[in-house]
């Protein structure tokens, strides 16, 4: 919640703060516009916030994880870490209440650390010392080096002054004491505002997990066959599915016995989501390469033979007569007219069913397999490696968006007659 | 026979009502070669309905059409046509477009390219061989769709409002280009507009068609064409004989659309 709000004021003081230090200098036609609002046109996203916005993510994902690329005075609090004490006041049978103090050393997780020593002081009631990690918390046995144990009806009364009763706590500088329905006090050292980093790695841990990963791999396979794996099964089932899935739409945009016989089929398939069919594949093929690839190949069939089709069907019936009146046979009218007319509609289909691939390719993968993008994350979700598991996911997405902008290069290329008709 | 003979030529579609619209009735027509026909009429009287017939993109339900005496059943290169708009390939670039026809046919580049360059000269394309045809203006993709036609060189060139989409200034410099490619080719056009000016301006025969039947209303044979190819349009549309034919002709339209409105408010 504080993040949210630690957020939405970055949003409103960067805006505020950028519309009073920049000042527009670019004096081109839609400067000139006095309607804006509403003018979708006129609407071009601001780079500046652009790159705000990145920063933002950064600099909230780092001060939230007491990242060393954020400088000390933007972390958030961290998790206290020290000597902590606190006084109890225990009561026995037959003895005057009497104070002790407890030492508690709070170390980082990971470290070797030893309880400090102590000096027992005076009464009955001996001082302790303990040892807790950050962010976890500890029983402390403070009856134990006690002169009147449990069996003389010891008791903790009070921490720091403050009476405790069991399930009850106190809340000290240091943090939580709180005491369990036996009678045994509790502690918790203050936790801050950070995230831990099995939850939330800082950015420089997932960056170190990225080049160690490089170099020495993970589960048997460097992070370029896991990734390549992934993109292999990708381009192989797209590959398929358009050998037989333009010809398919070709078809059906051309002959009625064919579309009647594949409408009812195409039609059922295509609401049908890829990863409802990963079961059923499994079964019949197994977790292999055989049964990623048929997942694959159906992904991206339904969609290259609708957008075939609509490629087709989306013809005009004026470039057809044209043809025909110019002398063109049926080859020549297939190969000149109706392929090229159609091939902006395959590209966007292309590009459709890419993107489906490479979702399903993951998905697939977290389900079952020996290599591959999902698979590294999904067995690292396993051993509560976070940062393989954030890691792995801003991976997927680069090469999501990656595959993207290679379609969009490669349409710009290849039909830039699109959408000019 | 030469020229171009349609024989009481009849066109009915079926609606799925059960009903049927007579598009055309028994229109017959004789066309000598390198005679230049525009045809005008309301919308709905069958002008586009006759051209498809004639070009073979559909066959008529009685009657028949012959060209230099064999009859017409689909289409062919003898038949070249001209569309509105939109008939351009966007995958090839002009010179590409114009030489389609040729290419198709199995000519060799060397046997077309004089042809075809001597077309583009012709339309005023020659520095815009290499372009795209979607980044040319819409009066310019007008002049590949013609030069498109002539370079397969047909024996008849149907026009269907070839110029309707385009602005007045480019229009008329296009209906002077029209009649200068008639004359220097003297293939034999027909035309079909919207605008009863440019059908008197190019037309050396004018049809009238009426609606519903689809028919032959009337026929004008008119020297504006001839006159249009030495002189200047805007000359040959002052000409008495013009404003006159041309005042007749809209009332004769007038009358027929007051007819069919009528028609629709008895039925309704």
């Known amino acids: 919640m504080i993040v949210l709000l630690i957020y939405v004021a ?27 609002f509403g003018d979708e046109s006129a609407v071009r996203p601001n780079r500046i916030a652009s790159v705000i916005s990145v920063l933002t993510i950064f600099l909230l994902w780092g001060a939230f994880t007491g990242s060393s690329w954020v400088p000390g005075f933007l972390h958030a609090p961290g998790p206290f870490v020290g000597d902590a004490t606190f006084t109890y006041t225990a009561e026995a049978e037959g003895a005057a209440p009497d104070d002790a103090t407890v030492t508690v050393r709070v170390f980082p997780v990971g470290e070797d650390v030893e309880a400090p020593e102590v000096d027992p002081g005076a009464g009955w009631a001996k001082d302790d010392s303990d040892s807790v990690g950050a962010w ?63 939850w939330l790695p800082p950015p420089e841990a997932v960056l170190a997990r990225l080049k160690e990963i490089a170099q020495d791999g993970y589960r048997d396979s460097t992070l370029w066959e896991h990734l390549g794996w992934s993109l292999f099964r990708v381009i192989a089932g797209f ?66 033979a609708i957008a075939a089709r609509s490629g087709v069907s989306g013809v005009k019936i004026s470039k057809v007569h044209a043809a025909y009146s ?37 998905a697939a ?26 890691m792995g996911i801003i991976l997927i997405g680069v090469i999501g968006f990656g595959i993207d902008i290679l379609m969009r290069f490669a349409e710009k290329a290849l039909v830039p007659w699109k959408g000019r008709g | ?97 114009v030489a389609f026809g040729p290419r198709m046919a199995g000519k060799r580049e060397r046997d077309w390219a004089g042809t075809v360059d001597h077309l583009l000269e012709v339309v005023g394309l020659r520095d815009f061989k290499e372009k795209a045809v979607y980044e ?24 269907d409002e070839p110029l309707g989409a385009l602005d007045a200034l480019t229009r008329e410099k296009m209906q002077s280009l029209v009649l200068k490619l008639w004359k220097e080719t003297g293939k034999t056009i027909i035309l079909i507009t919207h605008s009863v000016e440019e059908a008197l301006l190019l037309g050396e ?64």
């Open chain 1, 10 to 36: 970055i949003f409103v003081a960067s805006f505020f703060l950028v519309k009073l230090l920049v000042h527009k200098t670019t004096r081109d036609f839609t400067a000139r516009k006095t309607v804006t």
């Open chain 1, 136 to 198: 976890r918390s500890g029983l402390i046995r403070v009856d134990r080096n006690d002169g009147y144990g449990r069996d003389e009806g010891h008791t903790v009364v009070a921490v720091n002054g403050e009476p405790i009763a069991p399930g009850g706590e106190v809340i000290t500088e240091f943090g939580r004491v709180g005491m369990s329905p036996k009678g045994t006090l509790n502690f918790e050292p203050r936790k801050g505002w950070q995230m831990e980093p099995i």
């Open chain 1, 239 to 304: 590959f398929f599915g358009a050998l037989i899935g333009i010809p398919l739409g070709y078809a059906m945009g051309l002959s009625d016995w064919f579309r009647g016989w594949f409408d009812p089929i195409v039609e059922f398939m295509r609401p049908v989501p890829p990863l409802a069919l990963i079961p059923l594949v499994i079964i019949w093929a197994g977790i292999g390469e055989t049964g990623k690839i048929i997942l694959l190949f159906l992904a991206a069939l339904w969609i290259m």
């Open chain 1, 326 to 362: 110019l002398g063109a046979s049926k080859a020549q009218i297939m190969r000149h007219v109706i392929v090229p007319n159609s091939l902006p509609e395959i590209f966007t289909g292309a590009r459709v069913a890419m993107g489906v691939c490479w979702g399903t390719v993951v």
């Open chain 1, 365 to 390: 993968e977290l389900v079952a397999a020996e290599k591959g993008a999902g698979m590294m994350i999904m067995v690292a979700s396993k051993f509560q490696l976070t940062d393989i598991v954030i």
């Open chain 2, 1 to 97: 026979m030469s020229g171009l003979e349609i024989e009481n030529l009849s066109m009915r579609f079926d609606l799925p009502n059960c009903s049927s619209v007579q598009a055309l009735k028994d229109v017959s027509l004789h066309l000598a070669e390198g005679e230049l026909l525009s045809v005008l009429g309301p919308s709905g009287c069958g002008k586009t309905t006759l051209l498809n017939i004639v070009a073979g993109f559909l066959a008529p339900t009685e009657g028949q059409i012959r060209l230099n005496g064999h009859t017409v059943t689909g289409p062919a290169a003898e038949r070249g046509m001209v569309f509105q708009q939109g008939a351009l390939f966007e995958w090839m670039n002009v010179r590409e477009n």
């Open chain 2, 136 to 159: 040319l203006s819409g009066g310019m993709q007008q002049r590949v769709a013609l030069a498109r036609c002539l370079a397969n060189d047909p024996d008849v060139i149907l026009m």
């Open chain 2, 205 to 268: 025969r004018l049809l009238v068609m009426a609606p519903r039947p689809g028919r032959i209303h009337k026929e004008y044979r008119l020297p504006f064409a001839d006159l249009g190819v030495g002189e200047d349009l805007r000359t040959v549309k002052k000409h008495p004989e013009f404003n006159k034919t041309r005042e007749e002709i809209l009332g004769m339209i007038w009358d027929m659309e007051e007819e069919i409105m009528g028609r629709t408010e008895e039925t309704q």
